[in-house]
């Protein structure tokens, strides 16, 4: 990953030009829906929100996920998941009954004083390169690159992260290139040099490329 950390929506040019440097992505990009640009409205109230979210929807199907996000956030008055203050007065039974592993329950506590004690500081994330971004969040436990990375995209709105991890990115490359079998993490990565600094674009196209083959 980039150290700079550019967020927004990129310009009509810095589009025009990551095409121009690969054709079968620019061909990609102007079939798929635009890059809608991150974070967008209704998601996660604050940065330890967003990282609980991530925790919870970890190697769960989306809609066994939501239900059981649901019922964490209804475990404490008001809106939105237990506040890190909140979370720590709840027993585990309570955790565990709204669906929580024991792992994943671990982890929130885990998150929760981290960023209560300033060991975790959520505030000044935003000002920080992404390699620092993610060297930080990865001492939670729970959190591991890909979920970083994603906080980077998703909630941070970086232009130009890769996860070379993900296999829904390995499997829209290799539907991209017409190739036989899947590229691993290197093969992506390396692939991905032509896309800074919009790789974050690059990855929308590759998700993107799965939703049509799902169509």
Not at 99 to 105: D, E, I, M, Y
Not at 140 to 153: D, N
Not at 168 to 196: H, M, S, V
Request: aromatic share 6%; charged share 25%; hydrophobic share 45%.
């Amino acid at each position: 990953m980039s150290g700079a950390h550019a967020t927004g929506l990129p310009t009509a040019r810095a589009l025009a030009a990551l095409a121009r440097r690969d054709p079968a992505l620019g061909r990609a990009l102007r079939r798929v829906p635009a890059f809608p640009g991150f974070p967008m409205a209704g998601g996660p109230r604050s940065h330890y929100e967003a990282l609980a979210h991530a925790i919870c929807f970890q190697q769960l199907a989306t809609r066994a996920a939501q239900t059981i996000w649901g019922r964490a956030c209804a475990l404490t008055p008001g809106r939105g998941f237990p506040r890190a203050e909140e979370l720590l007065e709840l027993d585990d039974a309570r955790l565990r009954g709204a669906g929580l592993s024991g792992n994943k329950v671990l982890a929130l506590r885990d998150l929760a004083r981290r960023s209560l004690d300033g060991s975790l500081r959520l505030r000044g994330l935003h000002r920080l390169p992404d390699e620092e971004v993610v060297a930080r969040l990865v001492e939670v436990r729970g959190i591991g690159p890909w979920s970083a990375q994603m906080f980077l995209l998703f909630r941070l709105g970086r232009l130009d992260v890769m996860a070379p991890g993900d296999l829904g990115l390995q499997e829209g490359l290799r539907r991209l290139d017409g190739l036989c079998e899947r590229p691993g993490p290197r093969e992506l990565e390396a692939r991905a040099e032509a896309w800074r600094p919009l790789r974050s674009v690059a990855c929308w196209v590759l998700w993107r490329i799965l939703d049509e083959g799902a169509a």
